[in-house]
């Protein structure tokens, strides 16, 4: 498995404000993921964060309103830019470790970022 | 287009029977599936996969089955514990990507 921690745990921001979510793996890993849980929704995948290139950002998210920065193997933060109450969710990262053939790796997840915006 | 659904929201079962949480997907090309289990105020933990060459894997209480042509996967917890009460959620990842698709989770509760 792989210890992922996140920083913070939880908070309480005010609209229009930024927070940065920090994420640490216990090892090196390629690449990073940041998903989003809304209340009473499923887990979906915002982006994935590879180590010396740009995020790859899913359909429906974009850089301004979510940069990314991977500036090492075991580090990654998510900025959630410009709040609104609708950004009120759990941000996860999470990992990929295995056996490194694309595709066969399990992904782990860290215990999430649970914000609220009033 | 929810491409993975779990289309029961919750679960009761009493301690010691059997649980089963069901998950139906629409792309066939997805080529492998997970089982992961959420506390609340936690992120969730990696249960139990499943390749699509396969039609079933078994871990201790859990087992996950796959049919494929129903595009239909399973997993069943025996017996079921108290402890094991959550949401859990399936998921599916296509050929040669890590990207995972959800299910909207199914909150198991096991009653004493």
């Known amino acids: 498995s792989a210890v992922i921690s996140q920083k913070p745990s939880r908070d309480i921001c005010q609209r229009g404000t930024s927070l940065t979510i920090q994420c640490q793996v216990d090892s090196q890993v390629t690449m990073m993921f940041w998903y989003r849980q809304q209340p009473g929704q499923s887990l979906t995948l915002i982006a994935t964060a590879n180590q010396g290139s740009e995020a790859t950002y899913e359909s429906g998210f974009v850089i301004d309103k979510f940069p990314i920065s991977r500036p090492n193997l075991t580090f990654s933060t998510l900025t959630v830019s410009n709040m609104s109450p609708e950004d009120s969710s759990i941000y996860l990262c999470s990992v990929v470790r295995g056996s490194g053939r694309a595709g066969k790796d399990t992904q782990y997840f860290g215990p999430g970022t649970r914000l609220t915006v009033l | 287009d929810q491409q993975v659904k779990q289309n029961s929201p919750s679960l009761s079962v009493q301690e010691g029977r059997i649980s089963i949480l069901n998950c139906d997907y629409t792309?066939?090309?997805?080529?492998?599936f997970l089982w992961y289990k959420k506390y609340p105020a936690e992120g969730p933990t990696f249960l139990i996969s499943i390749s699509s060459i396969k039609d079933k894997n078994e871990d201790g209480r859990f087992t996950v089955f796959l049919n494929k042509s129903a595009k239909h996967l399973s997993l069943h917890i025996v017996p079921s514990q108290p402890g094991d009460s959550a949401v859990y959620f399936c998921?599916?990842?296509?050929?040669?990507?890590?990207?995972?698709?959800f299910g909207t989770g199914t909150r198991l509760q096991v009653f004493p």
């Open positions: 998921a599916a990842r296509g050929y040669n990507t890590d990207k995972l698709i």
């Open positions: 792309n066939s090309m997805f080529d492998y």
